[in-house]
């Protein structure tokens, strides 16, 4: 099964509102992260947060963590058109044993932020 | 410019066939990743490598094979074993060691069986 789960599967907005994304996983992490993938391309990655913090930044990207829940949110703030595409969060686990340097995806969500 | 590159951009195979995708980095990343995306899905991993002449299976390797006789180059087969290999496809890289985590991708190769 999916280590990860998001929800919601779609999310419609309009320009200048905020769009909150989550998801959950199931075992132990080193680190979690998301990307974003644009229709028919390949993922970029946007941000990475280890099981150590709690919070990141990076410009209208905001990260939260929280370990007790197995679970993230990714809030951007002010979306623009341009931000319309699928997110996925994506979980490393661990170092050791054959886990070491994989990432588990979710089944990502859509965003559409209409003009 | 450094990056990843995957060719063919869109692939038709007939059923029976083998048929293999390039993946290339220019990155001198020693790490790379095969993973396949059904419509609607999440990523799910193929075949990892680490390092050149090794590499380890992924989630559903089953009907696919790789070589990693290069550091820069890490093809993956499609073999006639796969029974539903209509998917998109993506080749990933990083820098190996436990403080770099972020995989860089490529633009993806369409796989369609006709």
């Known amino acids: 099964s999916q280590q990860g789960e998001e929800d919601p599967q779609a999310l419609s907005i309009q320009e200048g509102e905020n769009a909150t994304m989550n998801c959950s996983y199931k075992t132990s992490i080193n680190n979690l992260q998301w990307y974003r993938q644009n229709s028919g391309r390949g993922l970029v990655h946007l941000i990475l947060i280890r099981s150590n913090e709690r919070e990141k930044h990076s410009g209208r990207l905001r990260v939260t963590l929280d370990t007790s829940k197995k679970s993230s949110s990714l809030l951007i703030t002010a979306s623009r058109a341009a931000d319309t595409a699928s997110y996925f969060c994506?979980?490393?686990?661990?170092?050791?044993?054959?886990?070491?340097?994989?990432?588990?995806f979710g089944q990502g969500t859509i965003l559409t932020v209409h003009p | 410019d450094g990056g990843i590159t995957q060719s063919p951009k869109y692939l038709f195979r007939k059923e029976g066939q083998n048929v293999t995708l390039s993946c290339e980095q220019n990155?001198?990343?020693?790490?790379m990743y095969w993973y396949r995306q059904d419509p609607g899905q999440g990523l799910r991993l193929i075949y990892y490598s680490q390092i050149v002449n090794d590499f380890q299976k992924g989630d559903i390797a089953e009907g696919y094979s790789v070589s990693r006789e290069k550091k820069e180059s890490f093809p993956l087969t499609v073999t006639s074993a796969q029974k539903n290999p209509t998917a998109f496809y993506l080749c990933?890289?990083?820098?190996?060691?436990?403080?770099?985590?972020?995989?860089?991708f490529g633009p993806g190769t369409r796989l369609t069986v006709l």
């Open positions: 990155l001198n990343h020693d790490a």
């Open positions: 994506a979980t490393g686990r661990r170092a050791g044993g054959t886990s070491y340097g994989k990432l588990t």
């Open positions: 990933a890289s990083k820098i190996a060691g436990i403080s770099y985590n972020e995989q860089f």
